[in-house]
């Protein structure tokens, strides 16, 4: 019970200190704008991304490779699937041939430690994904969001609710990925998955960030080690920033632009630089943590 107390109290000040901070005239709020579609393309568009995670249930490989090659098809061509004949020219026949995952090949698969089995189903979906995102289709924002989202609960470990992903974002192996709740992954992020990554509830990963998860020996590149990564909760890594294998985030942590994280972030600290060192605390940090970088 008075654990409780001290945590509510704790979070109460931390409140304050937001909202005095605000009232300074410091820093404006701005909530994101409501938009939609119209409504006969958001009928469309919502019905695009019901029946793909209706079929995408299925798990089957060769399923979702004729599911895929099919929707791109219609995506780019705007006609349904046919094989490509000897008459079509060339040129449109490898356009053709590579809308089928079977064709393709993504540098994953090709990694000695992959679980073959557990990249089969996936791949499909990671292929779809990349298309999409090339397409007019992925280029729009509200059917963009919505279309991710819908693969990511069917490509990651685990996918939670209000999670915002922008185009250009790229994962390794999807499998070992987990986004907790209200999380958004700006554009052209890469997520190496390879070993393990845990983004925590409430956590951003700003436009062109790198997040890895596994490293290479000095002396032989092929010698290769997993580590988990944890990024959050509530914490940030912005605009151009890397999060190096084996490196924790943690709670309303941030890495500052260009930014190289070597090491732990300890809880409310930012940190800049190459590699990245602490140069602030939060505001909103409970006194232990301001009095922490004060030592150092």
């Known amino acids: 019970m008075a654990s409780g107390l001290v945590a509510g109290k704790a979070a109460a000040r931390r409140l304050m200190l937001w909202s005095n901070f605000l009232e300074r005239g410091l820093m404006p709020r701005y909530e994101y704008r409501p938009l939609k579609p119209t409504p006969t393309a958001e009928k469309a568009f919502l019905t695009l ?12 490989p060769e399923h979702r490779c004729d599911v895929v090659r099919d929707t791109l098809h219609q995506l780019y ?30 540098e994953p698969e090709y990694y000695g430690d992959v679980d073959a089995a557990k990249y089969a189903e996936r791949k499909p979906l990671i292929w779809f994904w990349m298309m999409f995102d090339r397409s007019p289709a992925g280029l729009n924002h509200w059917v963009g969001f919505r279309m991710r989202a819908m693969l990511a609960r069917h490509v ?23 986004v907790e709740d209200n999380c958004t992954i700006h554009k052209y992020v890469l997520l190496d998955d390879r070993g393990e990554i845990i983004i925590h509830q409430g956590s951003s990963v700003s436009d062109y960030a790198n997040v890895y998860s596994h490293s290479h020996d000095l002396n032989d590149g092929m010698i290769v080690t997993n580590h988990r990564t944890e990024i959050g909760p509530s914490a940030r890594v912005t605009y151009h920033a890397t999060v190096l294998s084996g490196v924790k985030v943690a709670e309303h942590g941030m890495v500052g632009s260009m930014g190289v994280a070597s090491k732990n972030v300890e809880p409310y600290n930012i940190v800049a630089g190459i590699p990245a060192k602490p140069i602030k605390v939060k505001d909103i940090a409970p006194e232990q943590f301001r009095k922490d970088l004060d030592k150092k």
Request: charged share 20%.
């Open 49 to 60: 991304v019901d029946q793909l995670d209706q079929k995408f249930a299925n798990r089957d």
């Open 77 to 106: 061509l705007e006609k349904p699937y046919s094989a490509p004949g000897p008459r079509m020219p060339v040129a449109q026949q490898t356009l053709v041939h590579c809308f089928d995952p079977r064709n393709t090949t993504l």
């Open 156 to 178: 990651f470990k685990h996918c939670g609710k209000n999670v915002k992903i922008f185009h250009g974002v790229e994962v390794s192996y999807g499998y070992n990925l987990t």
